[in-house]
Nanobody, 122 residues
Framework: QLQLVESGGGLVQAGASLTLSCAASGRAFSSYAMGWFRQAPGSKREFVAAVSWAGGSTYYGDSVKGRFTCSRDNAKNTVYLQMDGLKPEDTAVYYC???????????????WGQGTQVTVSS
């Protein structure tokens, strides 16, 4: 069993940066690939980023590539999402998830956090 808690969301202006954190409790965090997804009102959940269990590989959705950076610290049981150059269209609830046998596919993740709101004003 793995429990995930996101933090770091907030209201920022376009062009600003935010770093989201996802703290995991439970054993074997380091054995899970971790992913970030987001969901805006009225929209489907969208893949944002993922990182392999050891942190050696990262994957990004096309809409965030070059602006967002996903990383993890297995010693701290935490995964991060550094978001730079934020745009109004990045406004959404951001979720972290563990599992991810197919990193882009939300149905392949086993555990989910409760989400944190990110709002970007123009």
């Amino acid at each position: 069993q793995l429990q995930l808690v996101e933090s770091g969301g907030g209201l920022v202006q376009a062009g600003a940066s935010l770093t989201l954190s996802c703290a995991a409790s439970g054993r074997a965090f380091s054995s899970y690939a971790m992913g970030w997804f987001r969901q805006a009102p009225g929209s489907k959940r969208e893949f944002v980023a993922a990182v392999s269990w050891a942190g050696g590989s990262t994957y990004y959705g096309d809409s965030v590539k070059g602006r967002f950076t996903c990383s993890r610290d297995n010693a701290k049981n935490t995964v991060y999402l550094q978001m730079d150059g934020l745009k109004p269209e990045d406004t959404a609830v951001y979720y972290c998830a563990a599992g991810g046998s197919s990193w882009w596919d939300d149905s392949s993740y086993d555990y989910w956090g409760q989400g944190t709101q990110v709002t970007v004003s123009s």
